[in-house]
Nanobody, 125 residues
Framework: QVQLAESGGGSVQAGGSLGLSCAAS????????LGWFRQAPGKERERVAT????????DYGDTVKGRFTISQDNAMTTLYLTMHSLRPEDTAMYYC??????????????????WGQGTQVTVSS
């Protein structure tokens, strides 16, 4: 069983920056889909950013394009989300997720089998 642990959440004022990290407990697991999702109270879960490790392809939700960056360390053991120009509407619980792509090269929501417990990001105006 793979366990994912997020860290780095917190509170920041609008326009500020935060960085999130996600580490996996099982180093033998090699997912090819990694991603960050978020969910605000009363709202549906939203895909923030994903990376297909086979090609390095990254995809971003429309609301975060140009402001957020998903990345991995060289050892591919830690996933990051760097967030700039934060807005109050970015306030949510952020989750990292991992899985294997069924359709090679495409990371769909159903491909993400493992999820972290989440870390809270709060942006004040």
């Amino acid at each position: 069983q793979v366990q994912l642990a997020e860290s780095g959440g917190g509170s920041v004022q609008a326009g500020g920056s935060l960085g999130l990290s996600c580490a996996a407990s099982e180093n033998q697991y090699r997912p090819d889909c990694l991603g960050w999702f978020r969910q605000a109270p009363g709202k549906e879960r939203e895909r923030v950013a994903t990376i297909f490790t086979g090609s390095g392809r990254t995809d971003y939700g429309d609301t975060v394009k140009g402001r957020f960056t998903i990345s991995q360390d060289n050892a591919m053991t830690t996933l990051y989300l760097t967030m700039h120009s934060l807005r109050p509407e970015d306030t949510a619980m952020y989750y990292c997720a991992a899985g294997r792509s069924i359709l090679f090269g495409v990371c769909r929501d159903v491909d993400f089998a493992y999820w972290g417990q989440g870390t809270q990001v709060t942006v004040s105006s």
